[in-house]
């Protein structure tokens, strides 16, 4: 399923602008050492995290997009480094678990 | 059986994980910097006295550490100097890794390779086969057309406390709620 599909349909709010990739799988950490060792490429993170240090891992392992809940919202230079990249970034005021059934509702794994 | 390693066509996965501590050190004499990496529950806090240095206690971030093992001649690349990994931003006009950055365009993403010793007094950096070999595992995996990451030792930084970069490893997690 594309992101827009996916952001449409959990009432995600765009933070940025960026390809419309299509997502491969989910993956849920707030730490940037848990990410580069298991998370996948095109994968959409769920995060709390709103660091820096994020965006570089995400980068490294090619995640697709960032969804930051609880009304979490990333800095401005976060980002730019984001859009240098090519990650997209998403927000939600749902809370990891909230976000994350609406995810498998829509029969994502 | 895989195929021999002279020949093989590297599949690379992490192996050995570990979770623990970078813990960094300074040399108020020198202007060194030296890292190790701990598994103790709480990072080690020490200043101690080695040869010419005297190093104290500057910081400490919770990070991962691994090696690289082929999948299909099960070929180990150990990463024991690797202390961790920096996305380099840096601009400096004398810095080799901004220009490897500037010459590599858009598509590409340069990070650090961070050593144990910055000061590289020994001669010493992440070796060429262990650069060879993270740059093939991260390369592998990526999905985007036209993305690219390159990975270069920090002997390539301009200057440790000058170079800019993000490293990767788990700080600000306190600010996170």
């Known amino acids: 399923m594309k992101i827009s599909e996916i952001a449409k349909k959990t009432g995600l709010k765009a933070i940025n602008e960026s390809e419309d990739k299509v997502i491969e799988g989910v993956y849920i950490s707030d730490m940037a050492s848990d990410i580069i060792t298991n998370a996948k490429a095109n994968v959409l993170l769920i995060t709390l995290q709103t660091h820096k240090t994020l965006i570089a891992a995400a980068n490294l392992i090619d995640v697709a997009a960032i969804v930051f809940v609880k009304g979490k919202k990333p800095g401005n230079d976060i980002i730019e480094l984001a859009n240098k990249v090519g990650i997209a970034l998403f927000g939600t005021e749902d809370d990891t678990w909230t976000f994350a059934s609406k995810l498998t509702r829509l029969g994502i794994q | ?177």
Request: proline content about 3%.
């Open chain 2, 1 to 177: 059986m895989g195929e021999g390693m002279g020949t093989c066509n590297h599949k690379w996965e992490m192996t050995d994980i570990l979770y623990g501590y970078l813990v960094v050190e300074g040399c108020p004499r020198c202007g060194g910097r030296a890292s190790f990496f701990s598994t103790e529950p709480v990072a080690p806090i020490d200043e101690y006295k080695e040869g010419d240095h005297f190093w104290i206690y500057l910081g400490s971030s919770q990070a991962t550490k691994f090696n690289l093992k082929c999948t299909k001649c099960d070929d180990v690349v150990h990463l024991d100097d690797l202390m961790g990994l920096m996305m380099s931003t840096c601009e400096e006009p004398q810095c080799e890794v901004a220009n490897i950055a500037k010459s590599e365009g858009k598509g590409t993403s340069v990070y650090v390779a961070l050593c144990a010793n910055s000061t590289h007094f020994s001669g010493k950096c992440i070796s060429a086969k262990g650069i060879d070999a993270l740059n093939k595992y991260f390369n592998q995996n990526i999905k985007t057309p036209g993305k690219k990451i390159l990975v270069v030792p920090c002997s390539k930084c301009c200057d440790i406390d000058i170079c800019k970069g993000i490293v990767i490893a788990d700080v600000g997690l306190t600010d996170i709620y």
